[in-house]
């Protein structure tokens, strides 16, 4: 059982440092296109500069050259001479559907309830810590932050799909062909896991329930 405690604080510090670090990444993001907004605004009565449409979100493309497109070349520091390269991925601006706007609604409460997941999480962790394992409560801990995280992942993934949609719909490239959206890709393992494993614990549960019933 120490082995329990001491598997349950490690996990806790990982699952905090994970937390914070991916706010860190997403404050890193959002700074970022804050200042790519403030700067596309002062450049908005600069004579040659054309701003971001109102409501264009960034979009990265996977592209593959027509034949026949030349292939452009560029200077190597370690080889005497310039090497063909072409361009596989792009990152442009498209404004995605309605559809998107209603999904980002749902992402809003999605993630509130994700944090209380998150929480019970950390809750189950510390029971588990404490030598309380195999009770309901922690069924119900592991349900919420598995079906949340899911539920969370879920409205990413189609978030991204509406804008990756559209984008491959309104964007061309001349000599290039759009193969498809190269954004977010969702880990549908890493999705599809927790819940298994909150479900056969739930199942671990009601087994030594009855059995101590019938003791």
Not at 35 to 63: C, F, S
Not at 91 to 118: Q, R
Not at 191 to 196: A, E, S, Y
Request: with cysteine; glycine share 6%.
């Amino acid at each position: 059982m120490n082995k329990f405690r001491i598997l349950g604080i490690i996990a806790i510090i990982a699952i905090i440092a994970n937390f914070f670090g991916g706010l860190n990444e997403n404050w890193r993001d959002f700074k970022e296109g804050f200042n790519e907004g403030q700067n596309n605004a002062m450049k908005m009565y600069e004579p040659g500069h054309h701003i971001i449409p109102y409501n264009a979100t960034r979009a990265k493309l996977n592209v593959e050259p027509l034949p026949g497109t030349t292939v452009d070349s560029l200077n190597n520091n370690r080889v005497a001479w310039a090497l063909p390269y072409t361009v596989t991925e792009i990152e442009t601006y498209a404004k995605p559907s309605a559809w998107h706007i209603l999904v980002m609604g749902f992402a809003i409460p999605g993630m509130f309830l994700f944090l209380i997941g998150f929480c019970s999480l950390i809750r189950l962790l510390i029971s588990i810590s404490r030598r309380e394992v195999f009770i309901s409560a922690n069924v119900r801990r592991l349900r919420w932050f598995a079906y949340t995280s899911a539920s969370l992942e879920i409205l990413i993934a189609i978030g991204e799909w509406i804008i990756g949609s559209a984008a491959v719909e309104q964007i061309s490239l001349p000599g290039y062909k759009i193969i498809s959206y190269a954004g977010y890709s969702p880990d549908w393992v890493a999705v599809i896991i927790p819940i298994l494993f909150a479900e056969i614990f739930a199942i671990g549960v009601k087994m030594k329930e009855e059995q101590d019933l019938t003791i």
